[in-house]
């Protein structure tokens, strides 16, 4: 098992490479299965959960070239045409749900697929019954057997009328996707708004896909008989980069976030972290993150886009435990994602915590602890309270920071932060 070690008491200064969006690129792997012709995407960080999308890919039969165009990213060519088993396997998706992008263009391209059910995960129950309800609306046969979902649609996908009673993020893309071949119109409401989803319908769309709509509540899809062959540029990726900027804030320091127009997709998040005294400018192809000195208390509440992202709820409370006063965290996504609270308060962090409110009283300074990450969000709450704490700390199971988290130590190292991994 590897921990990360951290000096505390540094400031973060410098430049952070922001790498391409993991919640994109998931999605937009998995949506090559719905064509034979090859796609290849740029920009795809490296990461854990990355390379499970693509052993799952090939357990299907897909081929795959992967070349590195820098540390922080590759470009991966997909060949699908050789597609030729349709079962997503527990072993896979128990180590990450997002297998579950698998289903809808499985079932839109072979009419069968088996998709072995997610079950729940340390943040919450995380149900897929919206994706089943509305791949059922487009006439799929859906039946829960052995732990498996078993989807069918011997005569192909129609198009159809749904709304989703919940806002779904890879729920929409699901549908999304099994209704861009799908016969005939249609039209998706209440869906995800998420610049993910926005990427994902664009690099449809390059491949002659007929979606409009992408980026507000309601999307509509033409169905085509076949997608064509292209090329595309994943996003960057918004949480990491919120997440930096937070490394900035809580240590006094200040960071260029490069990586495109990151500024757009942050619009919540940048309102309330003014608030609490950073600063940001726009900087060429980035944004300029410095902290005033000042760390304000503040009420968040998480939301779907455009609110304020649950992705970066932890990393603002392990901010807030330093704020001059007392915050409220309201989570109203995941019901059980304060997990990271616990671990915060053995750093000496004064958190209370009331079903989905987090209360956090700011205090004058974090102790370095050995501490362990339970899951993605949680592990890099645990880093920034590290980097701020008075003295070295430990952070266990960073197996967690590296599904999402591309070279973690390295750019952190880069900004004047003593790190180092630690393998036992
Ligand atoms: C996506 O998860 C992200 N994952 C999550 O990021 C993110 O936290 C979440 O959206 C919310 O923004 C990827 O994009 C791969 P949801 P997803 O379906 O799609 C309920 C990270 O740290 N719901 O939008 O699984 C659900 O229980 C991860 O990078 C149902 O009830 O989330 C939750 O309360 C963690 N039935 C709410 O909807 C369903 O069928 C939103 O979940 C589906 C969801």
Redesign the pocket.
């Known amino acids: 098992m590897e921990k990360i070690r951290i000096r505390g008491g540094q400031r973060v200064n410098g430049v952070v490479p922001i790498s391409g969006a993991?919640?994109s690129a998931?999605p937009l792997l998995a949506s090559s299965i719905l064509s034979g012709s090859s796609l290849k995407l740029s920009n795809i960080p490296s990461l854990l959960d990355v390379n499970t999308m693509l052993s799952l890919l090939g357990s299907l039969g897909a081929t795959y070239l992967v070349s590195q165009d820098s540390i922080y990213s590759n470009t991966v060519t997909l060949e699908t045409d050789s597609i030729c088993r349709y079962t997503a396997p527990y072993d896979t998706v128990r180590k990450m749900?997002?297998s579950i992008l698998a289903l809808g263009p499985l079932l839109a391209r072979f009419g069968q697929c088996k998709v072995s059910l997610p079950g729940g995960c340390a943040?919450?129950?995380?149900?897929?019954?919206?994706?089943l309800r509305g791949l059922e609306a487009l006439g799929a046969k859906v039946e829960l057997k052995d732990g498996y979902i078993d989807a069918t649609a011997r005569d192909g996908l129609k198009g159809a009328d749904f709304t989703f009673p919940?806002?779904?993020?890879?729920?929409t893309e699901n549908i999304m996707m099994a209704a861009t071949i799908a016969d005939g119109v249609t039209v998706l409401r209440n869906v995800?708004q998420e610049p993910?989803i926005v990427d994902l319908a664009n690099c449809l769309n390059r491949r002659g896909a007929r979606i409009s709509g992408h980026g507000t509540d309601v999307i509509v899809i033409h169905g085509v008989t076949s997608l064509k062959e292209a090329e595309y540029n994943i996003l960057p990726d918004r949480?990491e980069a919120g997440t930096y900027a937070i490394a900035a804030g809580i240590t006094g320091g200040r960071v260029d976030l490069i990586g495109g127009n990151l500024a757009d997709f942050l619009s919540s998040f940048i309102e309330k972290m003014k608030q609490i005294g950073l600063c940001f400018s726009e900087i060429e192809n980035g944004l300029r993150v410095e902290s005033s000195g000042e760390i304000a208390p503040i009420n968040i509440s998480t939301e779907?886009y455009p609110g304020f992202?649950?992705?970066l709820q932890a990393q603002t409370m392990a901010l807030l435990c330093l704020a001059d006063g007392e915050s409220l965290i309201s989570e109203n996504?995941?019901e059980n994602r304060f997990m990271h609270a616990a671990e915060l308060m053995r750093m000496g962090a004064c958190i209370s915590i009331s079903g989905a409110h987090a209360h956090v009283k700011g205090v004058k300074q974090l102790r370095g602890a050995p501490v362990m990450a339970t899951d993605?969000?949680a592990s890099f709450s645990l880093v920034l309270a590290a980097l701020a704490a008075d003295d070295y700390s430990t952070v266990d199971r960073v197996y967690h920071l590296d599904r999402?988290y591309c070279c973690v130590e390295k750019k952190l190292a880069d900004c004047g932060v003593v790190i180092e991994r630690i393998s036992e």
């Open positions: 993991k919640n998931l749900r997002a943040i919450g129950v995380r149900p897929v019954d919206l994706h919940l806002v779904t993020v890879t729920g995800a993910e949480v779907p992202p649950t992705d996504i995941w993605l969000r999402g």
